[in-house]
């Protein structure tokens, strides 16, 4: 069978934006599109049972009718302070907060940071000058404060707050892929869908988890696993799930170039495991390894669980990835793909070699699965990318 390369160079427009870029960009324009339509529901709730809000009602409202941008000003800064401290400035003070202590800090940050904002508000609309008489702006204060307005609309900004902090937080336990399909119930019936699956898994755990002992070994885990985060962001990766040493990630393999974007999440991740081998050598006295297998083809999805549900994949493809990736120690090989894989994956190979390793009989299979090794041309030097196929190429030979 013969391949056509297809042509594979970095995207012009994110060549200079790293992932934790892109990540940060995303969060910002949520917190923007959450705060502004959300805050224009309730406004638009309490025109529809008040109309007298309108001509009568407080000043907020008034002006708010009047001038659509004092609450887009008033949304956008509000979301603007939120992912500003939550996202850049405390983000890895507040990722080592449990859920229930991250909804008090955020609540309370929320509440600061509203009065802020709407006292900015009120200064800007009562006074011509911002401070030009002491006495004037005590006054402005209290009644500020005192203000029944002011207190439904701090009621309203925490209510917001709430809601999108909820919603982020089930967001980052099922995953960005999966969740308004789950809200929709598009997996209450089975689905069958067209996947790629990899399989990470810590090379010598057992040996290390009895040298590190329990607790220092599950920490050690945690900085093993804390870039595929940033990974699953660049390569646009699912992760499905993490059990014990071993994280399993997906792709829809309707799209060519995910299969070379599934080679690569791997050997970057080793990559970036490599050059803490200092840190992880001095706080552990281990330097991680881990051996990967890929495998691609149809299976099906279905929503499971009655008391807690989730999202589950089944098929055969999955059972072969788990099965050769065990093979990886006994061929002395990092990384072992199936036939099926490679047959899509080696238009885009550049960088890379394919070698064949062995027709496997996996144990309750009736028919061999052919088992291939993928490695950089250059050795273990793999150099970082950011790829983007050009338009469709046909293959010849297929």
Known sequence: ?????KTIEPDKNLRNIGPRIILLLDKLIFNLLAWNVLLRVFFFLNYLINPDLIFSGAKIFQISHERGFVLTGMASLVAGFSWLFEDVIFYKYLSRKGLGNLFIIRFFFIV?????VLLLFTVYHYQSSFFSDISEYLILLKGFFLNRTTVYLFLIGIIISIGINFFKAI???VGYE??????????????EENRIFIFIDLISSTHYAELLGHKKYSAFLQECFKHLGILEIKYRAMQYQIVGDEVVLSWSADKEKNFRYAVNFYYEFQALLSKKAGFFKKEYGVIPSFTASINAGKIMVAEVGTVKSEIAFHGDVLNTAARIQKQCKSYDR?????DSFVEKFKPFSQGYKTEWVTHDPLTGKS???GVYAVFPENGNDFQSEKIKTKKKVSLTGC
Do not use: D, E, H
Request: glycine fraction near 2%; charged fraction near 30%.
């Open 112 to 116: 600061i940071m509203l009065a802020f």
């Open 1 to 5: 069978m013969n391949f056509k390369k």
């Open 334 to 338: 990092s990384l072992l793909v199936t």
């Open 171 to 173: 967001r980052q336990k």
């Open 178 to 191: 999966k969740f308004f399909r789950i809200i929709s119930g598009y997996y209450r019936k089975p689905k």
């Open 367 to 369: 028919k061999r699965v």
